[in-house]
């Protein structure tokens, strides 16, 4: 049986297909009103990296090992009694200077001085001795055994009279080296013991550094070579000094061999300092040196450098690193601009902006373009 449409309904089938083609049609025209100039102007624009650069350039360097070391002093002794007794005067105190063979302390005298007259008493006796037995002994009248025991006997008296001489001479104790004295353990009135120590006295006039160095180095040192030295207690000093011997043999557990270094004391540099040493052993007086953070930290030595307002990885041999700079043997030339700032965002051929200079002039031109062809769709 056939379906009959009413005219309602033939109406309203009429807007539904109308309504579909508009939409259609709508659709199709947001699709196409771009065109291909937005997609270019929606692509991003390339932006120049900032970054810092300094030139390479020729500045003189030295090769140098770097070491840390206890400053000692050239000299060094503990002064001991060596007779006991009561301390009657302490001559000298902390801080002061002495000279070999001044007296430091006096102890009481009069034991060893009894010891001595005792002694003396006895040996002028066997002297006396000695000599009437060489008489006798002319005339026959004593034998010439007795004249030897006598002669023996008096050589024994002689060296008790030298002994008791020299105890005599320990109560006046003396500073056995030049120096100053570091520290004082006895005051008048104390009883010394025999062998105790009672003061310490250091030779500051020269001071001695000892830097173990790897035997990779041996080749290297040699004495007489320039030495600077800087201490934590004294900032902002650099001291000079000079390698004074080198120790041959190289250590068989630690694999290093001893460097001695040797500066001149006085009022700032004092025994027992902390300091941070260097030795140059070679210097080139033009090298050609940038700094040393612009290095790649990415395998072979490499720096980048800009060329044309672009990034170039160039890769380098280096040479001497002294402090902050290092020596470029090949791959650079006088005047390159290295990258020390920036460097960890860049890539071969990336886009760069020095900071405090104007842009590169292609990179100045390619944003130019890419805002010009956004500007015309």
């Known amino acids: 049986m056939a379906t009959r449409h009413t005219p309602r309904r033939r109406h309203g089938m009429r807007a539904a297909a109308v309504a579909f083609v508009l939409a259609t049609a709508l659709t199709a025209c947001k699709k196409g009103e771009g065109g291909p100039g937005e997609a270019q102007a929606k692509e991003p624009e390339v932006e120049a990296i900032p970054v810092e650069v300094v030139k390479a350039a020729n500045r003189p360097i030295a090769a140098s090992y770097t070491g840390t070391a206890a400053l000692e002093p050239l000299a060094e002794s503990q002064v001991v009694a060596k007779t006991s007794g009561v301390a009657l005067a302490v001559l000298v105190q902390e801080g002061q ?53 006598m002669r023996y006997d ?25 120096g ?21 006295i250091v ?86 040196v940038v700094p040393r953070v612009g290095l790649l930290d990415d ?8 060329r044309e307002g672009k990034a170039a990885r160039v890769p380098v041999k280096v040479g001497y690193v002294d402090g902050e700079w290092i020596e470029v043997r090949e791959g650079l030339k006088p005047g390159d601009q290295v990258v020390t700032a920036g460097k960890v965002a860049l890539r071969e051929g990336s886009a760069v902006q020095v900071i405090g200079a104007e842009a590169p002039a292609k990179a100045v031109a390619d944003a130019a373009a890419a805002k010009t062809a956004g500007s015309k769709q």
């Open 154 to 178: 008096l050589e024994n008296a002689r060296a008790q009279y030298n002994m008791a001489t020299l105890e005599l001479s320990y109560t006046t104790v003396t500073a056995p080296i030049a």
């Open 299 to 306: 395998g072979d030595p490499a720096l980048f450098v800009i």
């Open 180 to 200: 100053v004295v570091a520290s004082r353990s006895i005051k008048p009135g104390n009883f010394v013991q025999i062998n105790t120590p009672i003061f310490r």
């Open 97 to 149: 200077q002495v000279k070999a063979g001044q007296p430091l302390v006096r102890l009481d005298p009069d034991r060893a001085r009894l010891a001595v007259a005792q002694a003396q008493a006895q040996l002028r006796k066997l002297e006396n001795n000695y000599r009437r037995a060489q008489q006798l002994v002319a005339q026959q009248l004593i034998s010439a055994g007795e004249v030897d025991q």
């Open 203 to 288: 030779d500051d006039s020269r001071l001695e550094a000892t830097l173990n160095v790897p035997e990779r180095e041996l080749a290297t040192m040699k004495a007489g070579q320039p030495v600077l030295m800087q201490v934590d207690a004294l900032p902002g000093r650099t001291f000079e000094g000079v390698v004074d011997r080198v120790a041959p043999v190289v250590d068989a557990g630690s694999g290093t061999f001893r460097v001695i270094s040797a500066f001149n004391g006085g009022d700032a540099l004092q025994p027992g300092m902390f300091g941070r040493i260097r030795i140059d052993y070679d210097q080139r007086p033009n090298a050609l």
